[in-house]
Nanobody, 121 residues
Framework: QVQLVESGGGLVQAGGSLRLSCAAS????????MGWFRQAPGKEREFVAA?????LYADSVKGRFIISRDNAKNTVYLQMSSLKPEDTAVYYC?????????????????WGQGTQVTVSS
């Protein structure tokens, strides 16, 4: 069984930066695809970024966010820069054991509990 725990969320001013971390317990193989999603109040959960052998980003965050992973530490990161108020959401880490690096939330087997990111204007 895999458990994912996010951390690093918080309150930041527009234009600022945050780094989210997702620590996995249990065995996450390097072949797993890892993703970040977010959900704002009253909105659907949306894809942010994913990584397997290469990165994939939503257009809304391209050029501002960077996803990376440290297989030795079983940890995935999301470096967020030039944050905007519309980035405010709960951010979720997810793992896909089939390594599909999908933008679809239904492709992912495991989910963290989420971490709140609030960007003030």
């Amino acid at each position: 069984q895999v458990q994912l725990v996010e951390s690093g969320g918080g309150l930041v001013q527009a234009g600022g930066s945050l780094r989210l971390s997702c620590a996995a317990s249990g065995r996450i193989f390097s072949t797993y695809a890892m993703g970040w999603f977010r959900q704002a109040p009253g909105k659907e959960r949306e894809f942010v970024a994913a990584f397997r052998w290469s990165e994939l980003y939503a257009d809304s965050v391209k050029g501002r966010f960077i996803i990376s992973r440290d297989n030795a530490k079983n940890t995935v990161y999301l470096q967020m820069s030039s944050l905007k108020p519309e980035d405010t959401a709960v951010y979720y880490c997810a793992a896909d054991s089939r390594g599909r690096r999908s933008t679809m939330a239904t492709s992912y087997d495991y989910w963290g509990q989420g971490t709140q990111v609030t960007v003030s204007s």
